[in-house]
């Protein structure tokens, strides 16, 4: 019922940018947070940046300073600009929407995540 569509991956040099953008689509009527996770080789998934309805953000302290997450709630879609990026920064990123209310159960709670973008930074 819903549909997140990330963009923005690819390869990239150490110390360059890359923005990641991510489109949730379908009946929703509300979403409390949109966040990006994500999961490097042999390691577990990691919370990156997140994105409140209300506006407050929280970043892990590996991207403070580097990354600014930012969202539409217009559009539902949320936004991850990555400067400065480090080798360290290759992984999988996947975006999150969590507390998702759907106009058919507008008192239930979902959590949907998109399919993953590779983001590789080259030293």
């Known amino acids: 019922q819903v549909q997140l569509v990330e963009s923005g991956g690819g390869l990239v040099q150490a110390g360059g940018s890359l923005r990641l953008s991510c489109a949730a689509s379908?009946?929703?009527?509300?979403?409390?947070?949109m966040d990006w996770y994500r999961q490097a080789p042999g390691k577990q998934r990691e919370l990156v940046a997140a994105a409140v309805s209300g506006g407050s953000t929280n970043y892990a302290n590996s991207v403070k300073g580097r990354f600014t997450i930012s969202r539409d709630n217009a559009k539902n879609t949320v936004y991850l600009q990555m400067s400065s990026l480090k080798p360290e920064d290759t992984a999988v990123y996947y975006c999150?929407?969590?507390?998702?209310?759907?106009?058919?159960?507008?008192?239930?709670?979902?959590?949907?995540w998109g399919q993953g973008t590779q983001i590789t930074v080259s030293s």
């Open positions: 379908g009946s929703i009527l509300s979403i409390n947070s």
């Open positions: 999150s929407a969590d507390g998702v209310r759907l106009t058919t159960t507008p008192f239930q709670n979902y959590r949907y």
